[in-house]
Each structure stands twice: as C-alpha cells, then as structure tokens.
C-alpha cells in the first residue's frame, strides 16, 4: 500500500496562492496520473505522464501544471488557485505491462476559501 | 467521444438482498472495461476486470456489447460492500503500452442491516 503515497493529506489555501501536490511512487511505474473527484463528476484526469520528462494534458487541465522530472516523482501544481479547484485530487499510477490496471495514491483533500 | 454512464448516485439495499449495479458505455474500439472500489477511508482499489471474467468478493460483471453494458452483480449483499463504486473504460492506448481511462460518475452502494 506505500507504493504510491501523496502529501499533504489535507490542504488549506487561498484564492490566488500556488499550491502544489506531491506524488511519490516506489514502483518504478512508467505511467503516472492526476484525477479530481468531485460529485456529481466523478473521477476526472487532469494530466498524466508515459515517463520522465512527457507529459500530456487529459480532459480538465486548465489552471494545473504538471512536471515529470524523476520516474518516481509527479508533482502537481496550482499556478493560482480558485475556489472551483476545492476538490478531492487523486494520484495514480499504471505499469504499461497490458493488464492496465491503475494503483491510486490515498488522495489530498484541498480547499480553496 | 467515450462516455461511461452510471445511472444511479445512491444505491441502497438489505443486508443479503442482490444487487447489481449499472454501467453503460460508448466508445467507437474495442472496450475494456474495469470495476473499481473505493471503502470509506481507504484508496480507490481495482475490483474487477471485464478480460479476467472473475469473481471478486461475490462480485461478477458480464460485458455486453450488444446492450453496451458492464453491470456489477452480487447475488447477496453484505454490509461491508457499502463503497463508492466506478465504472472505468480505457479509451486508447498510449506510447509505450500505457493507457488511459474514463471513470463513470460513481455510485454509492449502502447496505442496511
């Protein structure tokens, strides 16, 4: 279960702030991924990555930046937080062996007053 | 464009009564598609997939092209299913072996005593 950790667990900011959201995995996995859960919407990706270095916007990307500079690594940022970014942010992360199952971080919880 | 569809939000059952959860899907390829669990305090975990045809936890799922379908079936229910349960379908593959996956919006199953 330590595969894949995320810090911080819970996250207070303010409109207008950079937040970033760490995301650490032992697995050597090549694929690395960010979701929101929201209701009503489900599980939603923001960005992922196929290995260092690429990265690729996924449905809701705006206003999130993302950087892959180690395997291991894949920290996401908010360039300047907003209210609508409240949200529950998942990690997660894939091996690419073809069975495509995907190993989820325990999440951040982050608030935007 | 590929779309996962779970109907209901909240879905409440007895304890040993069947339940079955829905899933609707629309994708032009071929579809594979996932069940994935999340128990109160804890990740979001696989539970099945559809290539594997097995049964975790009392839990089955059929895929059914014909009626674009990956419903999640439990002959009896027990109190610790209660969860929020997602749909997911991978949409393509990525460079490398990788893939994507869109989730559904999710339903919460409750089983009362």
């Known amino acids: 279960d330590a595969g894949i950790t995320q810090s911080p667990r819970y996250k207070i900011t303010e409109t207008g702030r950079q937040v970033t959201l760490m995301c650490h995995q032992t697995w050597s996995h090549s694929y690395m991924f960010w979701y929101r859960q929201d209701l009503g919407h489900g599980l939603r990706l923001i960005y992922y990555s196929a290995a260092a270095d690429i990265t690729d916007k996924g449905e809701v990307p705006d206003g999130y930046v993302v950087s892959r500079s180690k395997t291991e690594n894949f920290p996401l940022t908010l360039e300047s937080a907003t209210r609508s970014q409240t949200s529950v942010y998942f990690c997660a992360s894939h091996t690419g062996d073809g069975k495509n199952i995907q190993y989820f971080g325990a999440g951040t919880r982050l608030s935007v007053l | 464009a590929q779309r996962v569809t779970q109907p209901e939000k909240l879905l409440s059952v007895f304890k040993g009564a069947p339940v079955e959860l829905k899933c609707n899907y629309s994708y032009s390829g071929s579809p594979e598609l996932f069940w994935y669990v999340q128990y109160s305090r804890q990740r979001l975990q696989l539970l099945l997939r559809?290539?594997s045809r097995e049964s975790i936890k009392g839990f089955t799922a059929d895929l059914n092209k014909g009626e674009t379908s990956f419903h999640l079936k439990k002959p009896f229910a027990q109190e610790e299913d209660s969860a929020m349960y997602y749909c997911a379908l991978r949409v393509r593959g990525l460079t490398g072996g990788g893939n994507k996956l869109t989730f559904g919006t999710g339903t919460q199953l409750k089983v009362e005593l």
């Open positions: 559809h290539i």
